[in-house]
């Protein structure tokens, strides 16, 4: 399978299962040939993997698009490497099967399954100059070695290294370090682009770079990426849809909006964004909806407003719940306020951006919290 597949076709913002066209982002150039649009395609079908007693992940089903960007979300110990690992060929299912381009993988070795893949830490070889880390790939596919070096120029111009080919990993920053991990990966022109926690080892500032990067490429050359993390941040920035992971299980499958908006479970809610889970608010809770059984109610800081008693009410009577407290504490974060307020036995937690003219509440006042009833959103205990 694998020369059919080593090409990355550009692709359309919008569409993921769009017809190919011929790439001029490519890594190969005008080597190009076309591609079925099938090809790219990933499904895991009822996978199961034990590790002895261990079950890491539990019968797996799910599927990315050809030109997606998937990321697996999930706390410590949720499944997230080892669903990666099954995917790359490092691990074999202990049940199901995975699928790529409608053809099962299970017989097909990981080094020839022709996708690039960025370990948390870089993995680069460290006697290896950072162009010799990048002509490896294509030395074990036998590339002539002038094609090798236009390659190499081509990508390392394309993630802002040109100049550095002569360094040894050991002379580099950790930004530029995974910048070359990354243009290791796509080196090559795979169809499929594994990432596991990509950018863990890098300060924030440089985190948010790189995701801006990783994004940028991502949409330039159309890859199918699957990206395993454990920063809802990252995941909520990068992705076309979020897989969360919870135990070895997946827990919700949806876009960054709508998990984020309207998360499933009580799980997901926390563990993207925080999340006010009114389960004993002390008041009746108003909503639009009805409750359905075995849920709770939950709203994000974001959506509720704080204001002083006698502050002009900023929420249409008819459509908000409004609800007396005091509150506890203000937590400043530059651009943005904290508030805990308890109303009866809970404690609330709203969040709001600092705008000129309003000052802060103080510990101790009484305040009014009003938010709209259809923020309230029922979820999954
Ligand atoms: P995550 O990447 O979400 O942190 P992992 O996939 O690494 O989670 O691990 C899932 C579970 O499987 C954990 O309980 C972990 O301890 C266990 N596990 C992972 N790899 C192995 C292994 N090679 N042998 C035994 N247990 C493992
Ligand atoms: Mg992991």
Redesign the pocket.
């Known amino acids: 399978m694998s020369n059919a597949l080593a090409f990355i076709n550009q692709q359309p913002a919008n569409g993921f299962a769009s017809v190919a066209v011929n790439s001029s982002a490519s890594i190969a150039g005008n080597e190009a040939k076309e591609k079925d649009v099938a090809l790219a395609q990933i499904e895991f079908r009822n996978v199961t993997k034990n590790?002895?007693s261990?079950a890491?992940v539990k019968d797996l089903s799910l599927s990315v698009s050809r030109g997606e960007f998937l990321t697996i979300l999930?706390p410590?110990?949720?499944?997230?490497?080892?669903?990666l690992m099954l995917l790359a060929g490092f691990q074999a299912p202990s049940q199901g099967d995975i699928f790529i381009a409608g053809k099962s993988v299970a017989a097909v070795p990981s080094y020839r399954r022709d996708q690039g893949i960025v370990f948390q830490s870089y993995a680069l070889f460290p006697p290896l100059n950072v162009r010799r880390n990048l002509e490896f790939p294509l030395e074990m596919r036998g590339m002539k070695a002038a094609e090798r070096t236009a390659r190499v120029d081509r990508i390392l111009s394309r993630v802002h290294l040109s100049g550095l080919e002569d360094r040894m990993p050991s002379q580099l920053s950790g930004g530029q370090q995974q910048r070359v991990a990354l243009a290791r990966a796509l080196i090559a022109d795979p169809p499929i682009l594994l990432l596991d926690e990509p950018l863990g080892a890098l300060d924030r500032n440089l985190r948010e770079q790189m995701q801006s990067e990783i994004k940028s490429l991502h949409k330039e050359f159309g890859i199918t990426t699957v990206c395993?993390t454990h920063d809802q941040d990252e995941a909520l920035t990068l992705s076309d849809r979020i897989v969360v992971?919870r135990a070895?299980a997946i827990e919700q499958t949806d876009t960054p909006e709508a998990i984020y908006d309207r998360p499933a479970t009580q799980f997901v809610a926390k563990f993207l964004g925080e999340a006010n889970i009114l389960e004993n608010p002390g008041f009746m809770i108003e909503s639009e909806a009805t409750q359905p059984s075995d849920t709770i109610a939950m709203i994000r800081p974001e959506r509720i407003c704080v204001a002083a008693l006698d502050a002009p009410k900023r929420v249409d009577a008819d459509l908000r719940q409004s609800v007396i407290g005091i509150v506890e504490n203000m937590i400043y974060a530059g651009p943005l306020r904290k508030y805990h307020v308890r109303v009866g036995s809970t404690l609330l937690v709203a969040r709001e951006h600092v705008v000129s003219g309003r000052p802060a509440l103080q510990p101790g006042e009484e305040v009014r919290l009003e938010w709209l009833r259809s923020d309230v959103r029922f979820v999954a205990a």
């Open positions: 590790y002895g261990v890491a999930g410590s110990g949720s499944g997230k490497t080892t669903t395993v992971m070895g």
